[in-house]
C-alpha cells in the first residue's frame, strides 16, 4: 500500500469525507492542509490571534513555511505579514501587461510573474458566490482547492474526486440558515435578486432597524440580492470606472465642472469594483500613524504598463500614472502625504489616476492581472456580506481590522466622492483633518451600519 510523504495512504484518502480531507494534510506537500489558513475555529479564516498563538506554541506548525515568510531567503525567517493574517500570492502578468519602474523602464522578471500579500477569505457562505479568490481568477472551487493546492500546500495534482469532495464540503457551510436558505433558492435556479429577503425573520433591534435602512440605502447597490454580494444598481457600480487615459490619467469632461466630473468607462458585464482598498494600503505605506491595520509591515511597489494587445507595442495605459512635474508628496506640509488633487491640468481637472488622487505605487494589482483590463486595475470580487462579524481582518488585503474601521474607510474615503451616495445629516469632524469632501455617513448612522452588519 503506497504511503504518503505526510503519512496518509492512498487508499485510506480514497475513503476519507470531504471535511476530512479538508483538514488531511495533502500528499507531497509541505505538510500544510486546507484548514491549516482556512481555520475552522476561526470561521475557516486566519486571524492573526491564530496565528500569534501558534508561532508562539508549535513554530514547527506547517503553517509557517518558508512560502509565507517576511523572506523566503532569509537564513533565520520571520512571519510579519503573516502575524497580519497575510499570505503570499504570485500571479503572473498577462501577455499584455508589463512591469515598469518609476520613469517608465519595462522591468518585467523574466518568468513575468509578481507576488501580494493578501488575506484568507473564508469557506462559509461559498455556495453563494462565483468566481473565487479575491480577483476571481477560478472559476470553481474545484478549481479554486487545487490552486491552492498547488500554491501554498505546494503539493501536486490531485485526484477530481478528492477535489470534488473537498469543494461538496465547503458549498455546505454557512454563516447562519439564513444564508443556507438562500443557497437552497439559489441551487433551485432561481436569481440572487429574486431571493426572498432572509432577514425579514430577524428581530432586530431599533439600532439595527436603522442600520438595516442605511445599508439598503447606499451598500444594497453592489451588495444587494439575497446573497448580499450582487450588483443591482449598475450606475452606482459604473461610477467605480473612469475612462484611463494612456498616461494613466483620469479623463475628465471640458469645459471642467465644479466639482469635477469623470468620463466613465461603460462595464456592463463586469462584477468586480475598485473600492480603494489597495489605496488604503498604499496611504498606510506612507503614512505610519495611518489607521491602516497592515500599516507596520511591508509591500511591493508595483507600476503596470497595459497595452492594447499582447504585441505590446502600443500603450493603453501606464498605472500607477507618473506623478506631474514638480510634484511634492507633501505640499505645504498639510499631512496630505499623497498631495490629493493639488495638481491641475490646463483645463482645470484634477491630474489624477484611477483613485481619484495621486499614487505614486501599486502594492496590489487586483483584477487587472486577470484580465489584461486598466479598468480593472486594483479592482477586486465584491463579496457576500453574510457572516461578516465573525471574519475580520477586512479587505483583501487586512488593511481594517475592525467592522468600525471598515464602515469609516467607506463614508470618508470612498461614498463622500458620490453626492448621490451621501446621505442627509451633519457630520462630525474625522480625525484626518477633513481631507477631501465630507464624510458621507453621520457618526449614528455608521454605528447603526455596524449593528446590522454584525447580524448579517
Known amino acids: 500500500m503506497a504511503t504518503s510523504a505526510c503519512g496518509t495512504s492512498s487508499a485510506s484518502r480514497e475513503d476519507l469525507t470531504?471535511?476530512?480531507l479538508f483538514s488531511t494534510p495533502f500528499p507531497r506537500s509541505n505538510g500544510r492542509s486546507c484548514a491549516t489558513c482556512h481555520v475552522p475555529e476561526d470561521n475557516f479564516t486566519l486571524t492573526p490571534d491564530h496565528v500569534a498563538r501558534l508561532l508562539e506554541t508549535n513554530p514547527d506548525d506547517p503553517l509557517f513555511n518558508?512560502?509565507?515568510?517576511d523572506d523566503p531567503t532569509a537564513e533565520k525567517l520571520t512571519f510579519e505579514h503573516l502575524k497580519k493574517g497575510l499570505v503570499r500570492v504570485w500571479l503572473t502578468l498577462p501577455d499584455n501587461v508589463d512591469l515598469i519602474d518609476d520613469d517608465g523602464n519595462v522591468i518585467t522578471p523574466g518568468d513575468r510573474k509578481l507576488f501580494v500579500w493578501r488575506g484568507v477569505p473564508s469557506i462559509a457562505d461559498s455556495a453563494l458566490t462565483a468566481p473565487f479568490q479575491l480577483d476571481g481568477r477560478m472559476k470553481t472551487l474545484e478549481d479554486q482547492a487545487q490552486g491552492a493546492i498547488t500554491g501554498h500546500s505546494e503539493g501536486g495534482e490531485a485526484p477530481r474526486s478528492e477535489l470534488e469532495r473537498i469543494a461538496a464540503f465547503e458549498r455546505d457551510v454557512f454563516s447562519s440558515n439564513r444564508a443556507r436558505s438562500v443557497a437552497e433558492v439559489l441551487a433551485g435556479g432561481g436569481a440572487p435578486e429574486s431571493a426572498p429577503d432572509v432577514e425579514d425573520e430577524l428581530d432586530l433591534t431599533p439600532t439595527e432597524e436603522r442600520g438595516r435602512e442605511v445599508y439598503k440605502a447606499i451598500c444594497a447597490a453592489c451588495h444587494g440580492g439575497g446573497n448580499q454580494a450582487t450588483i443591482v444598481d449598475r450606475d452606482i457600480h459604473d461610477l467605480a470606472f473612469p475612462v484611463i487615459?494612456?498616461?494613466g490619467t483620469v479623463l475628465y469632461e471640458v469645459p471642467a465642472?465644479?466639482?469635477p466630473t469623470p468620463v466613465l468607462a461603460a462595464q456592463p458585464r463586469?462584477?468586480?469594483l475598485n473600492i480603494g482598498s489597495a489605496y488604503e494600503t498604499f496611504m498606510g505605506q506612507l503614512d505610519p500613524d495611518s489607521h491602516v491595520f497592515t500599516r507596520d509591515v511591508s509591500f511591493p511597489r508595483y507600476r503596470?504598463?497595459?497595452?492594447?494587445?499582447?504585441?505590446?507595442?502600443?500603450?493603453?495605459?501606464?498605472?500607477p500614472p507618473t506623478p506631474p512635474p514638480g510634484f511634492d508628496d507633501d505640499p505645504g506640509g498639510d499631512g496630505d502625504p499623497a498631495g490629493l488633487n493639488d495638481d491641475l491640468d490646463s483645463d482645470g481637472n484634477p491630474v489624477a489616476g484611477p483613485n481619484f488622487g495621486l499614487q505614486l505605487f501599486s502594492a496590489d494589482p487586483g483584477r487587472s492581472m486577470i484580465t489584461g483590463s486598466p479598468n480593472d486595475f486594483e479592482a477586486f470580487d465584491v463579496p457576500t456580506l453574510r457572516g461578516i462579524g465573525k471574519t475580520a481582518p477586512y479587505f483583501h488585503d487586512n488593511a481594517a481590522d475592525t467592522l468600525e474601521r471598515v464602515v469609516d474607510v467607506y463614508s470618508d474615503h470612498l461614498l463622500s466622492r458620490f453626492p448621490s451616495l451621501t446621505l442627509p445629516g451633519e457630520k462630525e469632524p474625522d480625525d484626518d483633518g477633513d481631507i477631501g469632501p465630507p464624510e458621507a455617513l453621520t457618526a449614528d448612522q455608521k454605528s447603526d451600519l455596524v449593528a446590522f452588519l454584525k447580524r448579517l
Do not use: V
Not at 304 to 319: N, Q, V
Open 304 to 319: 503596470y504598463r497595459f497595452y492594447t494587445d499582447d504585441s505590446r507595442r502600443e500603450i493603453a495605459a501606464d498605472l
Open 270 to 272: 463586469n462584477e468586480f
Open 245 to 247: 487615459k494612456p498616461d
Open 18 to 20: 470531504g471535511e476530512q
Open 66 to 69: 518558508a512560502i509565507d515568510a
Open 257 to 259: 465642472t465644479d466639482p
